[in-house]
Nanobody, 110 residues
């Protein structure tokens, strides 16, 4: 399994970004998730698709972020709306928490 995250960038507070994670060697996006790590902080789970295909979110992003996936394209997405400065971090995609992508930087600043 290999994962390639993309879509990060600099955005103003209140703005939106869509992250993508292209995967190879998987049959389903179930079990994949997005994590983030801010400077000086531990890596935390942002959102994931469970083994049953349901979704789960960190409380801090509920109502603002949406995780989705395309099994045909083997791609995981994270739509991030109403971004806040505290969302600034390196965002990683992962497969069952064991295989990790390289990370993409998201910076929310005016």
């Amino acid at each position: 399994v290999q994962l390639q995250a993309s879509g990060g960038g600099l955005v103003q507070p209140g703005g939106s970004l869509r992250l993508s994670c292209a995967a190879s060697g998987i049959f389903s996006v179930n079990g994949m998730g997005w994590y983030r790590q801010a400077p000086g902080k531990e890596r935390e789970l942002v959102a994931r698709i469970t083994g049953y295909g349901t979704t789960a979110y960190a409380d801090s992003v509920k109502g603002r972020f949406t995780i989705s996936g395309d099994n045909a394209e083997s791609t995981l997405y994270l739509q991030m709306n109403n971004l806040k400065p505290e969302d600034t971090a390196v965002y990683y995609c992962a497969h069952w928490g064991r295989v990790w992508g390289q990370g993409t930087q998201v910076t929310v600043s005016s």
